[in-house]
């Protein structure tokens, strides 16, 4: 799919104020420069800066995927050495008011947000392209007279498209265009569509490492256009969530709550309620406040940002239903085997990862894959809760074939954490394994923090003590 990039940039509301530099050193400290027509009070600021300096943002964002390599990010010329030990104002101030205006960049690449009937197909909906910078320039939220509300600059990718043909090439441009602007803007919104959005925030989340800046998803159920809609207050709640400095991670904002990414999952085709985060408390819940859960969220990255781009997608999910063909899978998985190129196989399993023990000759080709070098992860089927492979008989023959627990990981961050792996070639099959077990990126309840169940068994204990061995 081809997914250009065009320079549409929406200077804030079109008055041609010019987007001034924001940075934040890998130390977590902020330098910003002055807008092109300071204030008294930016003047002030500036005074109280050594190195003051200017950047002008243009358009022309990333628009192929080369170069798929894992790479420090590089600051711009002029930034503040880390010895630097005058007070660095956090922003610009704000006009008259004295207080703060963030700059966030909103990326939008289509979605049910951006859509509207089209008579073409029959009145189904459709992205319009355009329609967005219409109405974010209508809206009176976004109006920069309101201090609370952030500067932005919105960039429209380019055909709009349904999430449903979002991929990982898509996934790249999104982290390259993040990465190139880092320094730019105080945080991103990224509007796209339900379908895929939790895969799309999930592997963002490991794509950026090092993430100390807010990076919100967001997206709606019914169109901007139509009067009902829910996009409005998603729009308006990430722009005021992505200038927070309490949030140095990839989130999604949907209806009111503020989610780790890489712990939701589409819960629902019709409500407006549409993610949950079953594993985990939502980061922030909005009421008539904000209210943030200030002990779940990640604290600030230690190093400088990297932006990890390549992400190796061979593996296959299987979710067994009582009575399950194994020689049919049996066949799927030789022939995968056979070319070489499966890399994972992840089971969607019964309860805390059982399948039925009869089947030993499924188990036997499972233990035939790991030796090959394919990973196999056991998942659960629970929308809760956690694989316990050893707990019950049926799940332990899985641990002796070799298999690895995916704890409580959603499917779409088992699946995005295995491409980002698997992307970079560095580890070996035996590290991979091990990373699986281990929260990279707030993705999984280390096993060590997992309640043991009642009776536990002692393959259970093992696994833990393992765990705790690891780390
Ligand atoms: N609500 C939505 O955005 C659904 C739409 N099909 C999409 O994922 O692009």
Redesign the pocket.
């Known amino acids: 799919m081809s997914f250009r990039i065009i320079s549409k940039f929406v200077l804030n509301q079109g008055n041609g104020r010019c987007i001034t530099a924001c940075h934040r050193n890998p130390f977590g400290t902020f330098l910003s420069s002055p807008s092109a027509t300071p204030s008294n009070a930016t003047a002030r600021a500036r005074g109280r800066q050594k190195s003051y300096f200017q950047l002008r943002f243009f358009g022309g964002l990333s628009d192929d995927i080369e170069n798929l390599v894992c790479k420090p990010l590089q600051s711009p010329a002029g930034v503040l050495d880390e010895s630097e030990s005058n007070f660095i104002p956090q922003n610009a101030l704000y006009e008259g008011q004295g207080c703060a205006k963030k700059r966030v960049l909103v990326l939008c690449t ?4 951006t859509m509207a009937p089209d008579l073409k197909q029959k009145g189904a909906l459709a992205p319009v392209e355009g329609a967005i910078s219409k109405y974010m320039s209508q809206m009176v939220e976004l109006k920069e007279d309101n201090p609370e509300m952030p500067d932005y600059v919105l960039h429209e990718y380019s055909p709009f ?4 043909d979002l991929g990982p090439a898509d996934w790249v441009t999104i982290a390259k265009d993040i990465e190139s602007n880092y320094f730019k803007f105080d945080g991103f919104v990224v509007l ?6 939790a895969y799309i925030a999930t592997a963002l989340s490991f794509m950026l490492e090092n993430l100390n800046k807010p990076v919100i998803f967001t ?3 019914i169109p901007l256009c139509m009067p009902q809609n829910d996009a409005r207050r998603n729009l308006i709640m990430a722009m005021i969530f992505a200038s927070r400095d309490s949030i140095n991670e990839v989130c999604i904002f949907f209806h009111d709550r503020l989610l780790r990414a890489n712990r939701t999952t589409k819960v629902n085709t019709h409500k407006l309620l ?1 993610f949950d985060s079953p594993n985990m408390d939502p980061l922030a819940t909005i009421g008539i406040s904000i209210d943030e859960n200030e002990h779940v969220l990640l604290p600030p990255a230690k190093g400088p940002l990297r932006v990890h781009l390549r992400m190796d997608t061979r593996l296959l999910t299987i979710r067994l239903v009582p009575g399950f063909d194994d020689s049919m899978i049996r066949r799927l998985i030789e022939s995968n085997m056979e070319e070489q190129q499966l890399r994972a196989l992840v089971l969607q399993l019964y309860g805390t990862g059982n399948l039925p023990s009869v089947k030993e000759s499924f188990i036997k080709l499972l233990a035939d894959a790991t030796e090959q070098g394919i990973m196999v992860i056991a998942s659960t089927q629970c929308f809760t809760g956690s694989v316990l492979l050893g707990h019950y008989a049926t799940g332990r023959a899985l641990l002796e074939a070799g298999a690895v627990s995916a704890g409580d990981m959603t499917l779409e961050a088992i699946a995005c954490k295995c491409a980002y792996l698997f992307g970079r070639r560095g580890f070996t099959n035996q590290q991979n394994e091990e990373l699986m077990g281990i929260s990279l990126r707030g993705e999984l309840t280390p096993p060590e923090l997992l309640v043991p169940p009642t009776g536990a068994s002692g393959s259970f204990e093992q696994c833990i003590a393992k765990a705790r061995k690891r780390s």
């Not at 289509?110 to 947000?113: A, D, H, K, N």
């Not at 796209?192 to 959005?197: E, K």
């Open positions: 289509g979605g049910t947000l498209l349904d999430s449903a796209t569509g339900t379908d895929t959005m997206g709606s159920q549409a």
